[in-house]
């Protein structure tokens, strides 16, 4: 095994060294760089094909040295295995070479494929290729367990299944982080056993044939059904969730193409996927492949797009898009998108928008921190994308960063805080006093590019050192991979300066529990997309098929390829299709919940499934059903409210309103929840006489079919009378829940107007208060109410 590079170019991208993206497969490019050439190198085929990185870095200095040591001087079977000596594209494309250092055995287009990264990548990189294979995005586990857990099929929070077959051999301790994070980390995990599983098996298959979908001999019909709708979630499950993992190259289409493994995040693919580079035997007409052959990672990995003369470094949001485009929706949130049922506004020639991710897009307003350059690795770190060797259940299990751990509060600065700030659940295992700085890096992270630490280098929330953000004095600066340097808005600077709004100064200083109790984009998110009902069709009438992803990813082969990574192949079909719609999107002024670090968040639908199955007949088995599952001690509808950070934070909070004088806000519904009360029931709609209800004529049909027991709306969390929860809030931790009574009943003030405005009809009175002519606005209001508290006080009033 070759030791591990010591790369000045590479930060919160380690995990990934050399590689060539599966888009190139239908021509077997190879990669070397533009300075060398030779009668041993692949150039003299692939004349003009970038270099994978800068021929002067540290990183292709040694990948050359070992391809030199295999009897290639430009390096590029120590990526992709091949014979650059041979006198034909055939022979070329075969084999490896015996002394491969990672017992390479074939030929790879992919080297950054899950299924050999360990061949390649791994070279250089072994405990992040290690780290990576037990990382949710391989995995998938959070994604698996909470879309089981709303069909019912998997009732409870403990996390079982992943991808593929994966057990965390090496024991509990993390494998990456100071000595404080795996202590903090380790405490979390005693804590939360079925958050942290220690082996997880690959999701069970779907049916293989119509006979398992039949109804048996003495079978009850609720026996029968729920049964049917076991294998419907996890027809459901393998072929519209799991296409996202790196385990396979995904749906290829307009924003989606990518590479697998390694080469899903380092690989720039534009959204077209078109090839703009200079190698001459890659079909630049093509959808599929790459957009330049360079890797893209931290600042100094630079990509040149000779086709415009763009060079940009980091991964830009969209790469991440490609995956990050369902579920919560983060990715395209980021930037702005949220998708519609709608083809306007229209192209030229009256032809509908184009589909990116499959959908349309609406744009309501970016992320500030996409808005300043900011790409997603300048806050998420190593471990919030590779891992740190642990199995993880979730996102909040892996992600260690807090908005605090940056921009601190108005009364202390982030090294002033204590560890476990922001995570009140999870912090049992955080030592007391402030967090302070660190100095220097550890060695897993100086495998890329190491910042001068100034002050010295900040720290997350559970203890590791942030490579990119450190301190001057009393500001905060963050280096960004795309190329600059911003200084952190500090809160404590802006209340010693005064420089917060009167409402920022009230709700972020003044009233302390708002600190202490809410996460910073609850009341920071601008906005959250809001997808109101997912109805699921699952069709098995004959003929109906769809990828099943998982099977596709399990049947891959010694150059790294999958059944369907190549293109113009399709993966391994299952029988039955899904189909997915929707009842109603909103994206303004999102629920708030409890999350499970036990702070209140935005909420957002969730996998609020409702599901329709169609037998192999072509009969209905199962019409408009929704689950029950058991949520904080009640039985409730499992139609999910995920707690949800929603990754569009603006300046301007919500206001004061929004919250505390919404019922939606804190959980009754939409309008206090009197909308679509009417669910339950079937709807008919055509004359009739309205002084007896009945239909005129005897053609009449349903135009809304009932979903049983869904009497309310989707948006309602919470039934005011009783003030119990009735749908399921989160389904990963036990925190997780609607606002509790107490907090609601605090959090109201509705019909507050009615204590000063009820003495109107009192004229002498009335005059005394109002002394100015017309209707007051909002500023002259509180002139008068700040006026009549003072005068209070004076006299005593209580």
Not at 353 to 364: D, E, F, P, S, V
């Amino acid at each position: 095994m070759v030791g591990k590079l010591k790369i000045g170019a590479i930060t919160v991208i380690a995990g990934t060294t050399m590689m060539l993206s599966a888009a190139m497969h239908e021509k077997g490019s190879t990669v070397v760089p533009k300075s060398v050439s030779g009668g041993d190198s692949c150039v003299k085929c692939h004349k003009g094909i970038e270099s994978i990185r800068d021929p002067k870095s540290d990183m292709m200095k040694q990948i050359v040295a070992m391809g030199k040591g295999m009897g290639d001087s430009g390096g590029c079977v120590v990526c992709h295995g091949g014979n650059p000596k041979a006198g034909t594209a055939e022979e070329a494309h075969k084999g490896a070479p015996k002394a491969h250092p990672g017992g390479l055995t074939a030929f790879v287009r992919d080297p950054g494929s899950y299924w050999i990264m360990d061949k390649t990548c791994g070279l250089c990189h072994a405990d992040t290729v290690a780290n990576m294979k037990k990382a949710l995005m391989a995995t998938e586990a959070g994604k698996i367990q909470g879309n089981l857990h709303t069909w019912g099929t998997e009732p409870t929070m403990k996390v079982k299944f992943a991808n593929y077959d994966i057990k965390d051999e090496d024991g509990a301790k993390p494998a990456w982080g100071t000595d404080t994070y795996k202590k903090y980390m380790l405490a979390m995990i005693h804590k939360f056993p079925d958050q942290f599983p220690t082996e997880l098996k690959q999701l069970p298959p779907p049916p293989k044939s119509d006979a398992q979908l039949e109804k048996k001999p003495g079978e009850s019909e609720a026996a029968y059904q729920a049964r049917v709708a076991y294998h419907a979630s996890i027809t459901y499950q393998r072929s519209d969730c799991q296409r996202c993992h790196i385990g396979v190259r995904g749906r290829k289409g307009r924003g989606d193409w990518r590479g697998m493994g390694c080469s899903a995040c380092h690989i720039p693919y534009g959204n077209e996927g078109f090839y703009e580079g200079g190698d001459p035997t890659i079909d630049k007409k093509e959808h599929g492949h790459l957009l330049v052959h360079e890797m893209q990672a931290s600042r100094e990995a630079k990509v040149h797009v000779p086709s415009t003369g763009v060079t940009f470094s980091g991964i830009h949001p969209e790469t991440c898009n490609s995956c990050h485009n369902r579920g919560k929706r983060i990715g395209v949130s980021y930037m702005g998108l949220m998708e519609q049922p709608y083809s306007s506004p229209l192209m030229p020639g009256g032809k509908a928008q184009l589909k990116t991710h499959g959908k349309r897009y609406k744009h309501i307003k970016e992320d500030l921190h996409f808005k300043a350059g900011m790409t997603c690795q300048d806050c998420h770190t190593s471990i919030d994308m590779h891992g740190d060797g642990t199995l993880y259940g979730s996102t909040l299990g892996q992600v260690e960063i807090e908005c605090s751990d940056c921009h601190g509060t108005t009364r202390k600065y982030p090294w002033e805080l204590r560890m476990g700030y922001g995570e009140k659940e999870f912090a049992m295992g955080a030592p007391k006093g402030p967090r302070g700085l660190s100095k220097k890096l550890p060695a897993w992270m100086q495998q890329g590019t190491v910042y001068k630490p100034m002050d010295g280098y900040l720290l997350t929330t559970r203890g590791n050192p942030f490579g990119n953000v450190v301190k001057k004095g009393n500001k905060v600066i963050v280096h960004l991979a795309s190329g600059k340097d911003l200084e952190v808005p500090l809160l404590k600077n802006k209340e010693k300066k005064k420089q917060l709004s009167e409402a920022g100064e009230v709700a972020m200083h003044q009233v302390k529990a708002h600190m202490d109790k809410l996460e910073c984009y609850s009341c920071h998110s601008d906005w959250a997309p809001q997808c109101y009902g997912c109805h699921v069709k699952v069709d098995y009438t004959k003929g109906k098929s769809k990828i099943d992803w998982i099977a596709s990813g399990s049947t891959h082969f010694a150059n790294g390829e999958t059944s369907e990574s190549v293109l113009g192949t399709h993966g391994k079909k299952q029988i039955g299709k899904a189909h997915e719609t929707r009842s109603y999107l909103r994206w303004e002024d999102p629920i708030l919940g409890i999350n499970g670090e036990g702070l209140v968040t935005p909420i957002i639908p969730g996998c609020q499934v409702t599901y329709t199955i169609i037998g192999p007949d072509g009969q209905t088995v199962v019409l408009n059903k929704q689950a029950r599952v058991m949520d904080n001690g009640l039985k409730v509808d499992a139609i999910d409210m995920s707690p949800v950070q929603p990754h569009t934070t603006g300046k301007k909070a919500r206001s004061c309103e929004s919250c505390h004088s919404n019922p939606k806000a804190l959980g009754y519904g939409i309008a206090d929840g009197q909308f679509l009360t009417d669910q339950d029931k079937d709807l008919k709609v055509d004359l009739q006489d309205l002084a007896t209800g009945k239909f005129a004529s005897k053609h009449t049909t349903i135009q809304i079919k009932a979903i049983p027991g869904m009497n309310f709306d989707w948006s309602k969390v919470v039934d005011r009378k009783t003030g119990k929860q009735i749908v399921n809030v989160g389904s990963h931790w036990p925190a997780s829940r609607a606002l509790d009574k107490e907090m609601r009943d605090k959090m109201e003030r509705t019909g507050v107007c009615m204590g000063c405005h009820k003495n109107m009809t009192k004229e002498k009175l009335w005059s005394k208060v109002n002394r100015t002519p017309g209707i007051l606005s909002d500023k002259q209001h509180q002139e008068v109410m700040d006026k009549l508290l003072h005068a209070g006080a004076k006299s005593g009033l209580k």
